[in-house]
């Protein structure tokens, strides 16, 4: 047994160490990989080159959930390919490409997930490979429904654009002091509610709720009027820890999967009524929706930069050594029924002051478990300018200044019959990462 083990391991560890050489190479010549040695037809701009193959679980006509990855407009069908036996070189039991969450195809350790994600561009790039012209195996994504990529068990959303958390302090509390004593000394968050999690496409309904409106003396209860989306990111547990265990920053990378676009819902009236003492709950725990493809990190390698400093210096075990932040531009629109979408907001990942490896030492400094499949959300992510804020509480800055939309329309937050649209990308030269898009539309309060 020690033997066979050993033997998968240097197996996976050359795939790995050879993929790794030529990832390098392609960043500094285009003989490598590019889209147009892939035999799968990928549009200009697209957000799923060659580069990229994300992980996802669809179904089709058959309604049998199972693992796919994304290549142009196309996806293939990871349970087929095993059929065809591509996975042969790799020691791993083929059937988590027949699950209805990627949790256990998670599961299998980075190490195997990386070796499967190469042998897939590998194959994409092999003219002979027996996937090609194989339409069991390669699916038009618009023939496919997507559902929810992984099981999430615990779900915790941070609170870490210093510029959110300024402009938010600025509306309402005092502008000298916008953000609270502890808030550059550790990244702040709060766990929410992961049942409320949902994929993309997926429309909710305007939450119910207790507010209290300026002119009155006792709370009422009704509809919100002040429906907002926040522009996220979420990260994606893909290692397991005991109670009680910590991760350091030089490591927390090791226990992220991937990424996706994430769109945390708010209801600020509600939210604003209810957050003291303790902060968010209804306002926040009613929907939330994230793309359906995860980005691996290995994916994302080449899109690392420099975060903001940080000032005053963290304590000793938030110290990180390297490039912790990601390049990922971000856009929003707003699309009004029977109306075309106007894009209300630009902003990037990169702006975050606190970085994922902080927030996740962090998380787990007290001894708490994380488990494969949890998630971890950025918080709204802001810029300093009015074009890049992450919300429309800041863009229309708390209602008082609506913005214009295409056909005349204006609003001051997400009206009934709105979508909301959201997508995100990276691109260095020739190569070009891109997450897809969440949609969701607010419908009417159940009444």
């Not at 892939?38 to 549009?43: A, D, E, G, N, R």
């Not at 300018?385 to 200044?401: A, V």
Request: proline share 5%.
């Amino acid at each position: 047994m020690g033997k066979a083990h050993e033997a998968l391991k240097g197996k996976l560890t050359l795939i790995s160490t050879q993929a790794s050489e030529h990832f390098k190479s392609r960043l500094s010549s285009k003989t490598y990989m590019t889209n147009t040695n892939c035999w799968v037809t990928i549009p200009e701009n697209s957000d799923f080159s060659i580069y990229n193959i994300p992980f996802g679980i669809f179904s089709d006509s058959n309604d049998t959930k199972r693992v796919a990855v994304a290549i142009g407009e196309h996806l293939i069908d990871l349970s087929k390919a095993a059929e065809l036996e591509i996975f042969n070189s790799l020691d791993f039991n083929t059937s988590v490409f027949t699950n209805e969450f990627l949790n256990p195809f998670i599961d299998l350790g980075k190490e195997t997930t990386n070796a499967i994600r190469k042998l897939i561009q590998q194959e994409l790039q092999n003219d002979a490979s027996v996937l090609k012209g194989n339409d069991a195996v390669i699916i038009a994504q618009k023939d496919a429904q997507m559902h929810m990529p992984v099981f999430i068990r615990d779900y915790t959303d941070f609170y870490s654009s210093i510029e959110h958390a300024t402009n938010v302090g600025t509306m309402f509390r005092d502008p000298e002091k916008a953000l609270m004593p502890n808030w550059k000394h550790l990244p702040v968050g709060y766990h929410g509610r992961a049942s409320s999690i949902t994929v993309s496409g997926h429309d909710v309904h305007r939450p119910m709720g207790q507010t209290m409106p300026p002119s009155a003396e006792n709370p009422i209860y009704g509809a919100s009027k002040r429906v907002d989306f926040e522009l996220e990111m979420g990260f994606i547990i893909g290692k397991n820890t005991s109670l009680g265990d910590t991760i350091s920053t030089s490591n927390a990378e090791d226990y992220i999967f991937g990424k996706v676009i994430l769109n945390d819902w708010s209801a600020r009236d509600v939210q604003k009524w209810e957050y003291v003492p303790l902060g968010p709950f209804l306002a926040k725990s009613f929907a939330s929706h994230i793309s359906p493809w995860i980005v691996t990190m290995e994916a994302l390698e080449p899109f690392k930069v420099a975060g903001p400093d940080q000032d005053p210096k963290v304590l000793p075990y938030l110290n990180y050594a390297g490039d912790k932040n990601y390049d990922i531009k971000l856009e929003v629109s707003i699309q009004p029924e029977n109306a075309n979408e106007t894009i209300v907001s630009e902003s990037n990942f990169k702006y975050m002051y606190w970085n994922m490896a902080q927030q996740l030492t962090h998380h787990t400094m007290n001894g708490c478990n994380i488990n494969i499949g949890d998630m971890m959300a950025s918080g709204t992510i802001s810029g300093k300018s009015k074009d890049s804020y992450g919300s429309m509480l800041e863009i229309t800055w708390g209602g008082k200044n609506p913005i214009s939309l295409n056909n005349g329309l204006e609003r001051k937050f997400i009206e009934d019959n709105d979508t909301v649209i959201m997508r995100g990308y990276s691109q260095k030269g020739d190569i070009r990462v891109g997450f897809g898009e969440v949609r969701a539309k607010i419908l009417p309060a159940k009444q």
